[in-house]
C-alpha cells in the first residue's frame, strides 16, 4: 500500500511539473524593443513594412533595376545596388549564379569601403543559357573594427521569356502594352538585429 501511495505521489509531481512547464512555454511572451523600419522610408515610394517584424542580418538593402523575362542567349545589363548605413568597415558581395546564368564580369566578390557613401553599385551583364529559372544569389557581408561580422543573402530570380506560356502576369502584359515607362526599381528595407 505504501509503495502505491509513493508511485502515486511521485507521479502527481511529475505531472504537476509537467503542467508548470507546459504553462510556462505557451504563456504570452513580452514583444522585443521594435524599431521603426519606417522612419527612414517617409520619401520613398515602398509600402510600408509591418510593424514588429524586423530582418535579420546585416543592414543591407539590396536594389535592382532587371525586369524580367530574357530571351534565351540574350544579354540583359542589369545594376545592383546595395545601400548601407554605416560609418566604417567593408562591405563584401560575392555574386553565385545558378549553371545556366552566364555573368559578366567574371570577377565573382566585390569589396567596398563604408566611409562616406552609404550606396555601393555593380553593373553586370547576364545572359540566360537554359531555358528553366536561374537565381542569381548574392552574399552580402558587412565586418568593421567596432562591430562583429553580419551577412545577408539576396537571390534575384531570372525566367527565360521562351519558358512562359501566354498567361503572363499581368505587369509583364502592361510592360507590352506601354514599354516608354521608367523600369521600376524594388526596395527592400532592412534592419539589423542583434543575436
Request: proline share 8%.
Amino acid at each position: 500500500m505504501e509503495n502505491t501511495l509513493l508511485t502515486t505521489r511521485r507521479l502527481s509531481g511529475l505531472m504537476y511539473g509537467l503542467m508548470s512547464l507546459l504553462v510556462a512555454c505557451c504563456a504570452p511572451v513580452e514583444p522585443l524593443a521594435v524599431v521603426d523600419v519606417n522612419a527612414d522610408l517617409e520619401n520613398a515610394k515602398v509600402p510600408r513594412v509591418m510593424p514588429g517584424y524586423v530582418k535579420p542580418g546585416a543592414a543591407v538593402s539590396f536594389v535592382h533595376n532587371y525586369q524580367g523575362p530574357m530571351d534565351l542567349g540574350a544579354t540583359v545589363e542589369v545594376r545592383l545596388s546595395f545601400l548601407e548605413r554605416y560609418d566604417s568597415g567593408n562591405l563584401t558581395i560575392r555574386l553565385a549564379p545558378d549553371a545556366g546564368l552566364r555573368v559578366l564580369p567574371a570577377q565573382r566578390q566585390f569589396r567596398f569601403a563604408m566611409n562616406d557613401v552609404d550606396t555601393h553599385t555593380l553593373e553586370i551583364q547576364m545572359t540566360m543559357a537554359q531555358l528553366e529559372k536561374q537565381y542569381l544569389t548574392l552574399f552580402v557581408q558587412v565586418e568593421g573594427p567596432k562591430m562583429l561580422s553580419a551577412s545577408r543573402v539576396f537571390a534575384l530570380a531570372i525566367k527565360s521569356r521562351d519558358e512562359i506560356d501566354d498567361g503572363l502576369p499581368m505587369r509583364h502584359k502592361l510592360d507590352a502594352v506601354a514599354p516608354d515607362t521608367p523600369a521600376p526599381m524594388v526596395l527592400l528595407p532592412v534592419i539589423e538585429s542583434a543575436p
